[in-house]
């Protein structure tokens, strides 16, 4: 295809030189794995270069299914497939005679829900979104099965995504999962992503780190250095160590390059202590042992690492705890009064969670996996013991008060805890405690947890509501109620009468 066909868009910034069919079925799973909502990918080359079978094995990867018939779109034009993650609509232009009959195919409104596969692209003209990727597909050799495909994008975001799947299936290739089949995993509430990969019976989870990347805003990385967010996956990699060495179930690591921000390891399974929808009163007692079994231990601030160095785990400072209370200011408050605080109110929030954190400044003090509740804590059917709760998500673990953790877990924001199970299970972890030590200081213990469930609780409504409307999220807003209401149940407690008579006044 000659230049001039690619609308002016750059020379190409990789070109891959493909043996055979299977590996462009691997070049198409690198694809599908970084493709989102909006994405539009242009497949240009002659007849027979090959751009049906990039776009059928794409089809299949996205499904998960190797013997999905794809059909190809020919006559019709367009063929929309439903995922889980997002809609893939395939379109073969070949017979388009107008490249106004686009606009008809409803290609924009396609674009709201999912993403565009182009065969042809070049019959639509001027019509097709400029930030595209194209990819160009040519055969040298007809007697050959080998291609060449070369990626040219007028967004850089396209070049970036390229290059990074490109290294992570090098990263795979070095692995002990060469030749991995790629599945898009999760992505949480930060810029981590995370995948499955599998050969044969075997599999694995990949995380990808991209903070080492200058990826973020400077409020936001301000906001991370303040409240002790880990800037890299050395963390994940150091307490996942520590945690291990001490006989707990986190996820052995087969291979990682910190420098790249990437993390192979093992894969805990998909089951959490959390069954349709509800919680497993056993899955949480298990888990209300783990914790019971980590605050019975003395954790080290700094962690030996390769390479003669050492990881210094963070101080859960109190500056840092009003910080993430502050959220609730910063996003709830608003959400509900349409109106931004001002600093008068600002200051009078902050005053009293001083006060209030000083009157637990006595608690008991150790390793805050900071979200310990039921997305990150995935149940061994065959374990037995503590060894039933796999740990994951213990990247920003800090140096505080360990009724924190047990906060996160008692009044979990993704699931219903009634006032009963709760009490049941604070109930539980105090027996625990109290057979581990005779010194066990039930009152201050419990003085603690009521201060640190109402600063996580007005954490977690900050966050749900930022999610909401700064990252697009919607969905984090359901989680309101149930946090509203455990909020309310916290400030009942004696301890807290100011602070609840505070909270009520944005609230009522």
Not at 177 to 183: K, W
Request: net charge negative.
């Amino acid at each position: 295809m000659a230049d001039h066909q690619l609308r002016s868009i750059p020379d190409f910034f990789l070109e891959l030189t493909i043996a055979d069919e299977a590996n462009t079925q691997r070049l198409a799973n690198d694809l599908a794995v970084v493709l989102g909502t909006g994405d539009v990918v242009c497949l240009s080359g002659d007849l027979g270069a090959g751009k049906s079978t990039l776009a059928r094995a794409l089809v299949r990867s996205l499904a998960n299914d190797p013997e999905l018939e794809v059909p190809s779109p020919t006559f019709t034009l367009v063929q929309t497939y439903e995922f889980d993650r997002f809609d893939l609509s395939h379109f073969d232009l070949y017979r388009l005679e107008e490249a106004e009959e686009l606009e008809e195919l409803g290609l924009d409104d396609l674009l709201e829900t999912g993403a565009a596969l182009i065969e042809w692209p070049e019959k639509a003209g001027e019509l097709l979104p400029e930030k595209a990727l194209w990819i160009q597909i040519t055969q040298p050799d007809e007697a050959e099965d080998k291609r060449v495909f070369r990626f040219q994008a007028s967004d850089p975001s396209w070049q970036d995504r390229i290059r990074e799947t490109h290294e992570i299936r090098a990263f795979l290739e070095q692995s002990s999962f060469p030749g991995a089949e790629r599945r898009f995993l999760a992505g949480d509430a930060s810029l981590r992503t995370f995948e499955t990969v599998t050969t044969n019976d075997s599999s694995a989870v990949l995380m990808r780190w991209p903070f080492h990347q200058n990826t973020l805003a400077q409020s936001v990385s301000n906001y991370m250095e303040r409240v002790h967010l880990a800037q890299d996956c050395r963390s994940v990699l150091a307490i996942g160590t520590e945690l291990r060495d001490r006989g707990f179930r986190a996820p052995r690591v087969y291979k990682a390059e910190p420098e790249k921000g990437l993390v192979l390891a093992e894969d805990l399974g998909r089951d959490t202590i959390v069954m349709n929808g509800a919680p497993v009163s056993e899955r949480y007692y298990a888990a209300v042992e783990v914790l019971a079994r980590m605050h019975g231990e003395t954790w080290p601030r700094s962690i030996p690492v390769e390479g003669n160095r050492t990881y210094q785990v963070p101080g859960y400072s109190s500056e840092a705890l009003i910080t993430e209370a502050s959220l609730f200011l910063d996003w709830y408050v608003p959400e509900k009064t349409g109106r931004a605080i001002d600093d008068a109110v600002r200051a009078s929030f902050e005053g009293l969670w001083r006060k209030t954190l000083r009157s637990i400044s006595s608690a008991q003090l150790g390793w805050v996996l900071r979200d310990f509740h039921s997305p990150n804590l995935l149940w061994q059917r065959d374990a037995s013991g503590t060894d039933r709760i796999g740990l994951i998500d213990f990247q920003d673990t800090v140096f505080g008060p360990v009724a924190y953790d047990v906060a996160s877990l008692l009044l979990d924001a993704r699931t219903d805890i009634s006032q009963d199970l709760e009490s049941a299970l604070f109930d539980a972890y105090v027996s625990l405690r109290e057979n581990q030590s005779q010194g066990f200081d039930k009152v201050g213990f419990s003085a603690a947890y009521s201060v640190l469930a109402a600063q996580r609780i007005s954490k977690i409504i900050g966050i749900f509501v930022r999610l909401a409307r700064r990252d697009g999220k919607p969905a984090y807003l359901s989680h309101l109620p149930r946090m509203l209401g455990y909020l309310d149940r916290v400030l009942d407690r004696p301890n807290l009468s100011e602070l609840k008579d505070w909270y009520n006044g944005f609230r009522h």
